[in-house]
């Protein structure tokens, strides 16, 4: 069991769940407790142990189907098929099979294990024995359709078709001289033929099967990178809701990240000196105690986001980024930009974040529909706003720098510079278009610390891991 | 503890708690594996009564930590009294005199006081908060940790160490092991994603509100007064407003309270105009009270053309 609960394990991982192997082992006790044979118990010991996350539990489902259920129903599903050829009731099959277990004690001695199960109706084994031979001809190596016939003759050999086909062919040439009504040596006869078909049956559907479960992973590999390499301009709407949960929660994981570091350098130790100066005045017995304060470097971060036309889906995603980083931290200040600039703090702290995404683009607090002009926001922030800036702020700009020949008014972002701890500059456009046209992208730059290219979520991963590390 | 998955679902129900199977399995395997269980899901599913009701049937203490923003190390495990131990200082003056009469040195005036150390350093000024008293408990308990989702992050890396070991260190006292391992239940409403390590460390489980079946269940279970039919449409109705894209879907506690107020008013079957007054025991935003409205115009509609003619006067809207 452990074997397979690896391998499962592995499975949901090509899926994209993150199993450790702690879970795998928990989820080897855990199905100890529960027993196997109660289906619903077992999946629900797995469910628990195994997925963290409610976003994956339709991933699990699935392949838990695929996985626990697969084969052994395929067996049970060939078995009832040879049942319904021969048209008897469940209690004519086992009876027939009784009479079929007799028949074999004195012909079948010489049956190889595999024939015997077979004929015997023993899935359990059946199950076992063609787990272990698709495991030495690799089958979850599959990938393609025209792989599957390969795999399959590979798994008949490895199970030792040929072989069990001579023997029931000579087992059919005993029953021709045994000595047995002759309508119960037809029904053998046709039993016989009968499971000699279903043993192919079962190979081929379960190297179906296999070949299968590789898809899904694929599919789901596809989908994710296109979502992660595809740029912002180019998104759907339910590509953009998919992004949305994405960039929540990699402003989350920043947040763990930089938590756990905070959480290293803690506590403050009892200050001794403090506290008998406040004591004086109980004549030195220390009433108050004080504790050195503890240095809480709390990020202060202000974002200038470009919301003009020529970023619309670029800047709805970054201000969803925005928002989520806002939610985590509270020294966060927001302000978006065309042509005029203008705060979004509040707004983004007293809406959920649909809302406040519309409320910042539907013109409420700028005219969106201007022509983007950074040099006339960057000197309007540089007049109204530089108090939000100070040593420990890092300064995030969000935006093309696309700027419709407009004077670019460097120098505003030079001041900014020189009052805040760092300047990023995140550029939604590929970097070979940076400085052609009216982009003044190599002149700001000269005013950065920093300037990424952040076209797609994979990039902005990327940045934000730099972030993290810097 | 459980004998089985069977005797979790039957103890369960005994204390008025509808378990399904898998939340049978997952309570079975957190008892015999000793582990914690993180229960997430939507507002209102029982994720708190789970826990209630797991002390409940095994007779077990219940010890409840609600997290907060902001909750910290202080208000959740214990804090030390420092002025109750100054006072207790001050007043035993005199007594440390009397200690330290014809005490030649210093030394030996240092050796006395420290003799009665345990004096100064006792567990009388540690005021315990819900941790600590589970981890001092000397009965059994179910530890729940509610809402952990809204405590900091800096809290749930401190909840990780303390749930690891089960042990806390009062540099005053030393170190304090639990005498019983609690079972500790956390549950989460989203509002944030728990760390990995965290989820590492848990059983999972995932409640969704429940299916009409088991509402009604629910329902007949905790509201018995109310009339068969009413609880019927009740959840009909409730289920079908799930379905709304509701900025706050209704949880299960929203179906009660609405069944309860209707019971209250000796109501026996919904009509229009009682679905319109009440409706907001169910939907809190006027925006989701929109929607719902439109919502159940429609199914009122649909009901009305499934009956055909039969459908009597106005007010008998909705059967
Ligand atoms: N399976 C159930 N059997 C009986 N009662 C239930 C069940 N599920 C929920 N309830 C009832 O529903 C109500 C809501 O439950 P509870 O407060 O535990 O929800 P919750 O998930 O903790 O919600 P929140 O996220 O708002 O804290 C309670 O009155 C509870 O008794
Ligand atoms: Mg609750």
Redesign the pocket.
């Known amino acids: 069991m452990q074997e397979k609960l690896v391998e499962f394990a592995n499975l949901l991982r090509e899926n994209g769940v993150r199993v450790s192997l702690a879970e795998t082992l928990d989820a080897f006790s855990a199905s100890e407790v529960t027993g196997l044979s109660e289906r619903d118990a077992f999946r629900a010991a797995l469910r628990a142990t195994m997925v963290k996350r409610a976003s994956e539990l339709p991933v699990f489902e699935e392949l838990f189907d695929i996985y626990f259920s697969g084969l052994g129903e395929i067996i049970k599903q060939a078995s009832q098929a040879v049942q319904n050829a021969l048209s008897m009731s469940d209690q004519e099959f086992q009876k027939f099979l009784d009479q079929v277990e007799k028949m074999l004690q004195k012909e079948g001695k010489n049956l190889s294990e595999l024939a015997r199960q077979l004929l015997q109706n023993n899935s359990g084994e059946m199950e076992r024995k063609i787990r272990e031979a698709s495991r030495a001809v690799k089958l979850n190596g599959i990938e393609r359709t025209i792989e599957e016939n390969y795999f399959a003759r590979a798994l008949a050999r490895q199970l030792g078709l040929d072989k069990i086909e001579a023997e029931i062919k000579e087992l059919r040439e005993q029953l021709e001289k045994m000595d047995i009504g002759s309508e119960l040596k037809a029904k053998m006869e046709e039993y016989l033929e009968r499971r000699l078909k279903a043993l192919d049956d079962i190979i081929r559907r379960y190297v179906r099967m296999e070949r299968e479960k590789r898809d899904i992973k694929q599919k789901e590999d596809q989908r994710l990178n296109q979502i992660g390499e595809k740029s912002f301009y180019y998104l759907t709407e339910e590509e953009l809701k998919k992004m949305n949960e994405a960039v929540t929660r990699l402003a989350q994981r920043l947040k763990n990240v930089i938590t756990v570091r905070r959480k290293r350098s803690k506590k403050g130790r009892f200050d001794i000196k403090r506290t008998l100066r406040q004591n004086l005045k109980y004549g030195g017995v220390p009433f108050k105690l004080r504790f050195e304060k503890r240095k809480k470097e709390k990020p202060q971060v202000v974002i200038l986001c470009d919301v003009s036309d020529s970023v619309r889906n670029a800047s709805r995603f970054m201000l969803q980024f925005v928002y989520s980083l806002q939610d985590l931290y509270s020294r966060v200040r927001s302000f978006i930009f065309v042509a005029d600039i203008g705060e979004v703090t509040e707004c983004f702290r007293n809406n959920d974040a649909k809302e406040a995404l519309d409320v910042a683009l539907t013109g409420d607090i700028i005219n969106v529909y201007a022509h983007s002009n950074f040099g006339y926001a960057f000197r309007n922030f540089v007049t109204d706003h530089l108090g939000a800036v100070n040593k420990r702020t890092t300064v995030i700009v969000l935006g093309d720098a696309r700027n419709n020949y407009n004077l670019p008014h460097d120098w505003c972002l030079r001041e900014i510079r020189q009052r805040a701890k760092k300047v990023i500059w995140l550029n939604p456009e590929s970097r070979n278009t940076w400085g052609f046209g009216d982009s003044e992208m190599d002149r700001y730059a000269a005013h950065c610390d920093l300037v990424e290219e952040c076209r797609n979520l994979n990039q902005l991963y990327r940045v934000v891991d730099r972030l993290v590390a810097g | 503890m459980f004998s089985s998955i069977e005797d979790v679902i039957e103890r369960?129900a005994k204390n008025?708690?509808?378990?399904?199977r898998r939340?049978a399995t997952v309570i079975y395997l957190a008892t015999e594996l000793r582990k914690p269980v993180l229960?997430e899901?939507?507002?209102?599913?029982?994720?708190?009564?789970?826990?209630?009701?797991l002390a409940a049937s095994l007779g077990f203490d219940m010890i409840r930590l609600q997290c907060y923003e902001g909750l910290d190390e202080g208000k959740a495990l214990y804090e030390w009294e420092y002025a109750k131990q100054l006072l207790y200082t001050q007043i035993l003056k005199d007594k440390i005199s009397e200690v330290l009469v014809g005490a030649k040195s210093l030394t030996e005036a240092v050796d006395r006081i420290a003799a009665q150390d345990e004096v100064f350093f006792s567990e009388r000024f540690v005021l315990p908060r819900p941790l600590l008293k589970a981890i001092s408990s000397e009965q059994p308990s179910v530890l729940l940790i509610?809402?952990i989702d809204k405590a900091d992050a800096e809290f749930e890396a401190f909840l990780l160490e303390l749930l690891s070991d089960f042990q806390v260190t009062v540099p005053e006292l030393g170190t304090l092991k639990a005498k019983h391992i609690p079972l500790v239940v956390l549950?989460s409403?989203n509002a944030r994603e728990m760390s990995d390590a965290l989820k590492r460390r848990c059983l999972h489980l995932y409640?969704d509100f429940?299916d009409r079946v088991?509402e009604l269940?629910?329902v007949k279970?905790?509201v018995p007064e109310a009339a068969t039919k009413l609880a019927e449409e009740v959840v009909t109705v409730v289920q079908s407003l799930r379905k709304l894209d509701l900025k706050k879907t209704p949880?299960?506690?929203e179906?009660?309270d609405w069944v309860k107020a209707l019971t209250l008013l000796n109501v026996n079957s919904l009509d229009q105009e009682l679905v319109t007054e009440t409706l907001d025991t169910i939907v809190k935003y006027e925006g989701d009270v929109r929607k719902a409205q439109e919502e159940l115009k429609d199914y009122v509609r649909r009901v009305r053309a499934r009956r055909g003619t039969e459908a009597g006067s106005d007010k008998d809207l909705l059967n």
């Open positions: 369960f008025n708690y509808i378990a399904s939340i229960v899901g939507p507002a209102g599913v029982g994720k708190t009564d789970l826990a209630k009701v509610d809402e549950t409403n409640i429940p088991q269940a629910i279970l905790k949880g299960i506690s179906t009660l």
